[in-house]
């Protein structure tokens, strides 16, 4: 049974970091390429960060470059996004996403919530 369970997520304060994590079971991690997207009420998800499989090069999107850092961890089927200087317009829900040709696996996602 495929699973993507994220954790990490919470209250911070603007400027504050957190931590997420996906913790993959049921497929062949290593395989995959690996992304977090983000979907804020009233918005359309929208992709935050990429990772590749074998060389793990990775993407971001423009709003995140600088702050996010996506990696991975083949060994214990983990991928993390870390998360430096949030701002209040970073308040999303934060879901991993895994992807091999037509292999799609979603997780349910966990709340980001940036507030003073």
């Known amino acids: 049974q495929v699973q993507l369970v994220e954790s990490g997520g919470g209250l911070v304060q603007p400027g504050g970091s957190l931590r997420l994590s996906c913790a993959a079971s049921?497929?062949?991690?290593?395989?995959?390429?690996m992304s977090w997207y983000r979907q804020a009420p009233g918005k359309e998800r929208e992709l935050v960060a990429a990772?590749?499989?074998?060389?793990?090069?990775?993407n971001y999107a423009d709003s995140v470059k600088g702050r996010f850092t996506i990696s991975r961890d083949d060994a214990k089927n983990t991928v993390y996004l870390q998360m430096n200087s949030l701002k209040p317009e970073d308040t999303a829900v934060y879901c991993c996403?895994?992807?091999?040709?037509?292999?799609?696996?979603w997780g349910q996602g966990t709340q980001v919530t940036v507030s003073s």
């Open positions: 049921g497929f062949t991690f290593r395989w995959y390429a």
């Open positions: 996403h895994a992807t091999w040709y037509e292999n799609n696996y």
């Open positions: 990772v590749s499989s074998t060389v793990s090069s990775t």
